[in-house]
């Protein structure tokens, strides 16, 4: 993956090199289009990680498919004007399904989007990415890109060859989100039909059906009108130019796994996790981050062992404040955060501390 990424990133940028450890070395790019002030459009850089945007069935109607099968390429050739509202660049950084997203992919991305921005090469970023896990690439990238351009996330919920496949309207409202001056600031944005999420509150919410994503606790950012931006709130917590998290780099981030929380759940799974030294635990709790006393038993353990355990809930909204039954402050609460997104602000959180007021205070910060 490292060699293609660097080949694409060559060929777009000669003589630039860009690799996952070191950074660009030249902010000069060369550019084959001769152009004049009136038509100089913003330059867009979309980076393809698979997903069902890129998806391909053996029919336009039939509803299996496989993902990340299509190229960057083929993508953008389905969307007709897309070179009328940005100059654009394709990078294939993988060509996966999300549900296999791996951490040297997030990695990946992230040390990318950084180098870019910092050393000018585009006015705004897009990523092609499957749903199943987008939000969770959308907010580690919210957390960890420390730039103010324009980075956006989008899918399609229909394989390219449907009879009215998602993802070309999708991508074309990406691309003018990602050129929209009112873009900037706003963190990681996920475009999907139409409307525009955070990355802050961002979910699926639908298995299949094309209005899969919701903002459950604080509201959709805006929607997406003509090719414009309509903007209904401010991304909530800090992010991206605000964050406090520097992963340059790192190889590695801390390992935090999830433990389920539901009617006599035996300790079996959540003792494994614990035996096989995690660095942070979260757990999906019942209600307001209930967990049951078997559970309770092993955060225990893991307290003692010096492994980091948050609360969160799996519930859709309403979140776990400090005012939860039974509130242990050796035991951070998640605040809005999913259990899948408490997960990653723990994996960045032990990046700096393991003090439990310091881990709290980064779960309402952010
Ligand atoms: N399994 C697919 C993925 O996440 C689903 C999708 O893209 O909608 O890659």
Redesign the pocket.
Known sequence: MKRSITAAILALFIPIILTATQPVVSDTVISTETTTQADVKPRIVILAT????A?SAASATQASYR??VLSIEQILASVPGLENIADLKGIQVCN?????MEQAIWLKLQNTIDSLFKNNLCDGVVVT??????EETAYFLHLTVRHSLPIVIV???RPATSLSADGPFNLYNAVALAAAPDAKNRGVMIVMNDYILSADDATKEHTVNPN?FGSPNYGHLGYMRDGDPVFFRESRGKNTFSSEFNISGHKELPKVEIVMSYAFASSVATNALVDSNVDGLVISGVGHGNYNTAIAEVVEKALSKGIAVVRSSRILKGGVDLAAEEYEPRVPVAFYKSPQKARILLMLALTKTKDPREIQRIMMEY
């Open positions: 698979g997903g069902t945007i998806g993902a990340g996966i399904s999300s549900q296999n990415h499957g749903t199943d896990t987008m899918g399609s919920m899969a």
